[in-house]
């Protein structure tokens, strides 16, 4: 049994030199729902729903053959990967690309059943879109 988190709230926050095309972006694009604008020196920010949120840690070795498996080559962005569970990775990708990301690889199967795309958002931020195959009925 999983035990509670102490944490109430993981909170990724994105700082882009173009506020409002990283906010139609990740909103409009991406479709994410707005929760709330607030004001601030300089543009202020937006608070938009991602689903739930985990924290996948993994080795570098790990890190370098999803890079190998998704893009061909080591992730050289510097910064952190998302990954985002979606209906169909390949869709959702086109549409995105439509919205100003730009395609690093795939769509791939990779070893363990998942169907991944992996983009660079237009602050820079690699994004891996991935569908997990169909769970099997497990009757008994």
């Known amino acids: 049994m999983t035990q509670p988190s102490p944490v109430f709230e993981l909170r990724v926050v994105l700082t882009a ?38 924290i996948e840690i993994v080795a570098r070795e790990q890190a370098r053959a999803i890079d190998r ?18 209906a169909d990775a390949g869709a959702v990708a086109e549409d995105l690309e439509e919205a100003g990301a730009k395609r690093l690889g795939g769509p791939v199967t990779t070893p363990w059943g998942h169907v991944n795309v992996r983009l660079q958002t237009p ?13 099997a009925d497990q009757a008994d």
């Open 69 to 86: 498996i998704e893009i061909g080559r080591e992730n050289t962005a510097g910064l952190p990967r998302l990954a985002m569970e979606v």
């Open 17 to 54: 030199d173009d506020y409002e095309a990283a906010v139609r972006f990740w909103r409009d694009a991406v479709g994410l729902p707005l929760i709330r604008d607030f004001p601030g020196p300089g543009g202020g920010g937006s608070l938009l729903a991602a689903g739930q949120a985990t």
């Open 123 to 135: 602050e820079g931020l690699q994004l891996t879109l991935f569908t997990a195959p169909p769970v």
